[in-house]
């Protein structure tokens, strides 16, 4: 299990701090989080948190000490980032509107600059939330550019307060007041989806049945884990399991760095923890952008309306279009470059049948269907791709290999590049035991670059003359892509 928030640095536990930590231990506690309260408590925080392997910390101005926030305070907490392994948050930071301790005006404004300074340091944030429902929420989205992640801690908010917390890629932390009898979010604990939430203590505040009313403390944290066991209809260990690995991730728990000083004497315990860290910051990572297109494939269908200019004479040319051709293929994607760039290879075919009914019209019956393959490399801008919908741009280059074919003559086979253009929407649908599934709808323009040979049927002498053509394709079509979950 993993406390992630408990307030075991504060002078209440000073006489036992080391007992405290061995039934921790005892209960199936792992690591314990120590969130900041005021900037005079900091340095004596980090001290205690570094003394245990067991101990992370988060650095930040709790809302009651808001005026307290400086930029002096914002200099210290940048430095520490770059030196303290274990600090692993931005907090208690956020609004308290219950209790009058400090203007509502400042509390936004110093909650807001350490929501930037999180963003800055790319760590995520805990949240202090009371009586402040509506602007907590709106300063988080004002601020939520993609890359914001946090934790609303203590939360017994109803589901409507969860979905939107939710959609703020935020995820929930639960404590002992799940217990009460007088709670009345047991349907939030429900609801919550497996990997969002997490458990703490609060220690030494908000103690659990059966010891409310007594000091609190991390070994406490199993009985919240009961409670939700209870409510959710799981067994305890899937609350643990769940709990943990969400924990893990939010935090990025930097565990090859703690063993590397147990490497000595334990090499293949380091070498299974630092490849469980690696897998777990990966795992951060996408979480970050939920969704995240690292690899994906699947098939296309569509429309391919083709369109040619047919050079009949140095001073004559003729336009004809060629629609409702079907076309189908199939693609492969990934933005592993970057979460805005999807780099596309994909292969389409089709079969235009139309050009024989128009030769049948002008008196040529001995055309056969002509023949597209078409190739194509793509790069997609992605205005949005944190979204579930993702608008996007594309350009590209295509090879197009065409055969005309004809009854009464060889194929006439021309190879030609083309310039592409396209411009589309994607549909994300996340399965979280599967991967990723997309739906896209797509509308591109391929534009021959050169000329190729083609035919011209002269009425007159009734037969095909080989002619100079140039052409261009707009295809509209949709397809259906998956992202395996590595």
């Known amino acids: ?63 009651h000490d808001a005026p307290k926030f400086s930029d002096e305070v914002e200099d210290f907490i940048l430095a520490k980032a770059k030196i303290e392994q274990k600090l692993v948050a931005i907090g208690e930071i956020g609004l308290d509107y219950y209790y009058d301790f400090c203007p509502k005006e400042l509390q936004k404004d110093v909650f807001r ?84 939430y997490m458990i703490e203590t609060d220690a030494p505040y908000i103690t659990p049945v059966p010891f409310r009313g007594k000091r609190n403390e991390p070994a406490f944290v199993r009985y919240t884990a009961e409670k939700i066991a209870e409510i959710r209809n799981i067994t305890f260990e899937e609350v643990v399991e769940e709990t943990t690995k969400t924990a893990n ?32 910051i990966s795992e951060f990572k996408s979480e970050a952008n939920k969704y995240k297109k690292t690899f994906g494939f699947g098939g296309v269908i569509g429309t391919n309306t083709k369109i040619v200019v047919k050079d009949i004479s140095a001073t004559s040319k003729q336009d004809l279009s060629y629609e409702g051709i079907s076309i189908f293929g199939f693609n492969v994607n990934s933005d592993i470059l970057a979460d805005y760039l999807i780099l596309e290879y994909a292969y389409l075919y089709s079969k ?23 190739h194509s490399a793509t790069a997609k801008w992605v205005a949005n791709p944190k979204s579930a919908a993702n608008f996007f741009l594309g350009t590209g280059v295509s090879f197009i290999n065409q055969a005309i074919n004809r009854s009464d ?69 949709l397809s259906l892509n998956w992202y395996p979950k590595f």
Request: aromatic share 10%; with cysteine.
């Open 113 to 196: 600059r350490q929501l930037q300074l999180a963003k800055k340091l790319n760590l995520p944030v805990v949240v202090h939330n009371r009586d402040s429902d509506d602007d907590l929420l709106q300063i988080i989205e004002e601020e939520q550019d993609g890359t914001l992640t946090g934790v609303l801690h203590c939360f017994s908010g109803d589901l409507t307060f969860l979905e939107k917390t939710l959609k703020l890629n935020f995820l929930v932390s639960f404590t002992g007041n799940v217990t009460f009898k007088n709670s009345n979010f047991a349907e939030t604990v429900k609801k919550v989806p497996a990997n969002r």
């Open 352 to 374: 235009d049948a139309k050009i024989v009914e128009y030769a049948k019209a002008g008196g040529d019956f001995n055309m056969l269907p002509t023949i597209y393959n078409i």
């Open 249 to 280: 991730n939010f935090f990025k728990f930097a565990t090859f760095i703690l063993f590397a000083f147990t490497a000595m004497t334990s090499n293949s315990l380091l070498a299974q923890d630092d490849e469980q860290q690696t897998e777990e």
């Open 1 to 63: 299990m993993i406390d992630s928030h408990s307030h075991i640095d504060t002078e209440i536990f000073v006489t036992d701090r080391q007992e405290l930590l061995q039934r921790a231990k005892e209960a199936g506690v792992q690591k314990i989080v120590i969130p900041a309260i005021a900037p005079e408590a900091f340095e004596k925080q980090i001290e205690f948190a570094n003394s245990n392997d067991m101990l992370y910390f988060g650095l930040g101005v709790h809302p």
């Open 409 to 477: 003559t060889p194929s006439l086979i021309s190879n030609n590049l083309a310039a592409r253009f396209s411009v589309g929407l994607i549909g994300n649908i996340k399965v979280e035991s599967v991967g990723l599934f997309t739906v896209t709808g797509e509308w591109r323009i391929d534009y021959q670059l050169g000329k190729n040979k083609d035919f011209y049927y002269d009425t007159k002498l009734q037969k095909q003359i080989p002619i100079d053509a140039t052409s261009y394709f707009s295809i509209v079509n």
